[in-house]
């Protein structure tokens, strides 16, 4: 992605949400522009009208933490779109490339530490996931291979969350908050562009779904960023149905830019009965042996 670019649609976006009452201005009766006028933010955030417009137009190369910081107030960035800025202004600067994660040179997939699944595999209560920040399911859990059972069934999907949001219709019965679940998974990979803006498999991802999802190009125009910690989240699973199952993301300081997912219902809840049912039947049909075909 264009930094520049980026920078100046971030910058932009931001702007438009915060009214004039939120940042403790009149409102005035002739605004032509949504949200704050940029002359608005140079003057709250203590800098002249010319330099804030060079910082909109994309130049964020060489600015001081001090300024990204005052930008950042004015504009009322939470803490996920702080990092965001941040990650610009690094990759405006080529510091980025210290922070990068680095790339394993291997065939295919990423791969992970073997003793990385045998943890997994010993997570055996909820689904556990190992993702990238494209939203790749680099490795898993038996139950989670239950879990996102339409996922796995699809090769289409390429084992990566974002595709199938977006691009399997089965998506649609498994998220019964689909919209919500969409504007996190295009924030997420907004924040990871913003981390490692030359991921060339994530351009290509990128492009790819604003392509072929008007839902993704919309969301993406949005410049929306956010960070996969901790939450609820709802599912419709086609084998044991609803499940309300939270959810924890824990970095891999072994594997930088690599997240752990773990899934956990409510102890005594339907959910947790329905985790252990799926567990069950998920343990069935690995236990039952091939047919085996006669050759007379």
Known sequence: MDNREEVREFLTSRRAKISPEQAGL?????????GLRRSEVAALADMSVEYYAKLERGNLAGVSPAVLEAVARVLQLDDAERAHLLNLAQAADGTDVLTRPRRRHTKGRQQIHRSLQWTLDAITAGPAVVCNGRMDILASNPLARAFYTDLFANAANQRNLAYFQFLDPASRRFYPDWDLFADMAVAMLHAQAGRNPHDKDLHDLVGELSTRSEEFRTRWGAHNVRRHGT?????????VGELTLAYESLDLAADPGLHMTVYAAEPGSPSEEGLRLLASLSATEESVPAVQHSTD
């Open 231 to 239: 939450g609820t989240k709802r599912f419709q699973h086609p084998a």
């Open 26 to 34: 009149p409102s005035g009766s002739r605004r032509r522009v949504p």
